[in-house]
């Protein structure tokens, strides 16, 4: 993790999101703490990874996200070269889909 980034401020931030308990919680959270459009932002981040990681090429995805190609390429960059952590929740998310399909 960058210098910059660990800060007893990004700490503290990490740790109230780590406190909501459900999906409702964290949509009173996240329209208080961001712009709508931050939020989209980070929505479309992670819908971009898991449909790079499905194979699909950037003009699918942009055409499907309305993402940039920038947006697409900066993700891409991050699931080569990052920490890791889009493969890690994309995984858990998809345990965890098929655990509901499984007892449904």
Known sequence: ???KLHTPEVDH???AILTL???EECYQFF???CTINELQSLAQRLEVA???RSGRTYMEISEATGASTATISRVNR???YGNDSYAMVLGRLNSAGKDEEEQG
């Open 21 to 23: 308990k459900n999906r």
């Open 31 to 33: 329209e208080d703490l």
């Open 13 to 15: 931030l990490f740790d």
């Open 1 to 3: 993790m960058q210098k």
């Open 50 to 52: 898991g449909q790079l």
């Open 78 to 80: 991050s699931l080569n």
